[in-house]
């Protein structure tokens, strides 16, 4: 729970940061679905293990990486 709640707090950091500068030098998109399908994965067991309150820390940190992925994509000078 405290990882999450760590995350959480950067997550809306490098959103932010991303947003100011519209430069994501130096982000890996690569890393970033890698982090979404991680929290997706943890949403799938805590829902068929042990759903509970943090099954939702899971969802909005994955919908915060979506969003710093989605910005990665509309500010990436580079194509892939």
Known sequence: MLML????????????????????????????????F?????IIHKIFNNFNWVTYLYGLNAFMVSIDAFLWHKYNKKKI
């Open 38 to 42: 991680g929290y997706i994965c943890g």
């Open 5 to 36: 709640i760590c995350f959480g707090v950067s997550w809306p950091i490098s959103i932010a940061k991303t947003l100011k500068t519209k430069n994501v030098a130096g982000k890996s998109i690569i890393f970033l679905y890698i982090i979404i």
